[in-house]
């Protein structure tokens, strides 16, 4: 069973419409985040979310709505999508911190790209 | 601030030579430290990670790392390339205690001749 599913894989869209990726996991973590990879691999946070609660919200266009119905799953919607806004997304979740420490998971990435 | 700073943006070794990535970190606390490898269009997958104990740690594929306090680094080795290593890979810290952040590295791109 895939740990950090994510859907769509690919998303090819239009400047201006609106999209959403998908993202689930399976590991009973508390912490679930959206990263953002651009075209040259920089990855940066964008979200991170804990127990269904926003924790972190960097600077990003708030055209950008994370949505998280239950702590496995937090999803990414984006209104009036840009150019600038084609990258590949990555969901991925941890558990607190703890004896066992604290390793991230990654989901296999959605690569958008706005025409 | 916490930082992470991968020197080489891009290495191309020779299949069977010996390889070292660099990781040089700034956090003020001892920090949980990893490195992630991406193949080309794929997701990222956890090679290793520090958390305390043993400063030498062992990780899949054959792929080892050592954490050094003193130089604030957490380099990454492997002593006989393979074809397959080929790929982009991300060193990073994670802090607990600013709401579970993670920082990357700009990662470094790794060529294998044959």
């Known amino acids: 069973d895939t740990a950090v599913s994510q859907t769509p894989k690919y998303l090819v869209t239009q400047m201006g419409n609106d999209k959403s990726i998908k993202c689930e996991q399976n590991?009973?973590?508390?912490?679930m985040y959206w990263y953002k990879q651009d075209s040259k691999k920089f990855l940066k946070i964008m979200f991170s979310?804990?127990?269904?609660?926003?924790?972190i919200n960097e600077t990003v266009p708030n055209r950008f709505s994370p949505k998280s119905p239950d702590k496995a799953h937090l999803n990414l919607h984006i209104n009036s999508l840009e150019l600038g806004d084609s990258a590949v997304y990555f969901c991925?979740?941890?558990?607190?911190?703890?004896?066992?420490?604290?390793?991230?998971?990654f989901g296999e990435g959605s690569w958008l790209t706005v025409v | 601030a916490q930082s992470v700073t991968q020197p080489d943006i891009h290495i191309t070794v020779s299949e069977g030579a010996s390889l070292e990535l660099r990781c040089n970190y700034s956090y003020g606390a001892t920090p949980y430290l990893f490195w992630y490898v991406q193949s080309p269009g794929q997701g990222l997958q956890l090679l290793l990670k520090?958390?305390?104990?043993?400063?030498l740690v062992q990780g899949i594929k054959g792929f080892e790392a050592e954490f050094k306090r003193s130089q604030s680094s957490f380099n990454l080795r492997k002593p006989s390339v393979h074809w397959s290593d080929a790929a982009e890979y991300f060193c990073a810290v994670g802090t607990f205690f600013t709401g579970n952040q993670f920082y990357f590295g700009t990662g470094t791109s790794l060529t294998v001749i044959p």
């Open positions: 991925a979740s941890s558990q607190v911190a703890g004896h066992s420490g604290n390793t991230i998971y």
């Open positions: 590991l009973g973590h508390d912490t």
């Open positions: 979310y804990n127990n269904k609660e926003l924790i």
């Open positions: 520090y958390f305390s104990g043993d400063t």
